[in-house]
């Protein structure tokens, strides 16, 4: 199994960045294809980004296409998000999450079945 655990989150003026971090403990962690997934208050959680175990392949919902990017360390078992340009709507609490489930460009929530606790992310109009 896997342990995750997010970090990065805090409040940012519309159009700032912040890097969202996940480290992971355990074992066999390039196993483990990763993926970010948020929740906006009153909201379903919603598929953000995943990356490949390699760090080779990546996708992203439309909503955040250009403005986010996911990476991987291998070496350190760490993910990340940098975000960039935050909107408001871009408000939520941010989730690390894990599956050994084959890599596939249309994730769901219901794919991943490693979770962090989330890390909440403000964007300030």
């Known amino acids: 199994q896997v342990q995750l655990e997010e970090s990065g989150g805090g409040l940012v003026r519309a159009g700032g960045s912040l890097k969202l971090s996940c480290s992971a403990s355990g074992r066999a962690f390039r196993m483990y294809v990763l993926g970010w997934f948020r929740q906006a208050p009153g909201k379903a959680r919603e598929y953000v980004a995943s990356?490949?175990?390699?760090?080779?392949?990546?996708s992203y919902a439309d909503s955040v296409k250009g403005r986010f990017t996911i990476s991987r360390d291998n070496a350190k078992n760490m993910v990340y998000l940098q975000m960039n340009t935050l909107q408001p709507e871009d408000t939520a609490v941010y989730y690390c999450?894990?599956?050994?489930?084959?890599?596939?460009?249309?994730?769901?929530?219901?794919?991943?079945?490693?979770w962090g606790q989330g890390t909440q992310v403000i964007v300030s109009s």
């Open positions: 999450a894990a599956t050994t489930t084959i890599y596939s460009a249309a994730f769901s929530e219901v794919d991943f079945g490693f």
């Open positions: 990356i490949t175990r390699s760090g080779g392949g990546t």
